[in-house]
């Protein structure tokens, strides 16, 4: 009696089984194509990333080579496809290259705007720094007010920023040009004394400050003045301005 008792208590259980699957199947089918669709659609994504990212390196060749050849339109037709549709390094490297087009073409304001577009989408820090340096570098050569300037390059010579030497210098000279000595003294003895900078920048910043204690820099910014308002010579179209290097290997 006691076994019949075991075979149907054994049946109740093979049958509560069978009736849990029955139930959970579709959860489980559903579960494990749910999965399957997910592994799917990350693996389609990671190829059409990748194919962006190829053609996206294969416009921005193509642009260099048509810049080192002299062929300025075909560049910059190669630039702007990769500025509308590439990943955001190619995007930002390829607003730079548009933007030192508008240097050449002495398009300031134009230059500044794509600048400061190519730092907004840049990456990582190099590359939105080395932006931002060009787009401070071209405000000093429009000659936009000192503060303005000031405010593009201050932030630039923070311990982390990769361009600080650079944006100090930067700094230095725009205050030497607006008649700001005083200022531009500092910076350039922060700068002949800083173990960041290279020999050739401490070289410079001595010659500077050289300049200002000789007193012939007081005589510096109508020099600049002068300059500035001078003709342009009728020159031979330049190539694009590269500034600061930015590797389009780091465009990720």
Sequence with gaps: MADIFEEVEEQLRSDRYI????????????????????????????QYQSSIQA??????????????????????????????????????LALMQE????????????????????????????????????????????????????ARLTP????????????????AMARLSAGKT???RADFTALSLSADATETARARAQAALALIDSGAAASLP??????HNLPEPALPASPLLAGPAADPAGAQ
């Design 19 to 46: 009736t849990m699957v029955r139930k959970g199947w579709p959860f489980a089918a559903g579960a494990a194509g749910l999965a399957l669709a997910v592994a799917l659609g990350l693996w389609g994504w990671d």
């Design 55 to 92: 053609k996206a390196s294969e416009s921005y060749a193509h642009g260099l080579e048509a810049l080192s050849r002299g062929d300025k339109a075909a560049a910059l037709l190669a630039f702007d496809s990769v500025a509308q549709s590439g990943p955001r390094g190619y995007r930002a």
């Design 99 to 150: 933007g030192a087009a508008r240097l050449d073409e002495k398009k300031t304001v134009e230059a500044i705007a794509l600048f400061d577009q190519a730092a907004s989408i840049a990456p990582d820090k190099v590359l939105a720094d080395n932006a931002h340096l060009k787009a401070a570098l071209a405000a000093m050569e429009a000659g936009q007010p000192l503060p303005q300037v000031e």
């Design 156 to 171: 630039l010579q923070a311990a982390d920023r990769p361009f600080r030497i650079m944006a100090r210098e930067a700094l």
């Design 182 to 184: 005083t200022e531009a």
């Design 222 to 227: 109508a020099v600049l003045k002068a300059a």
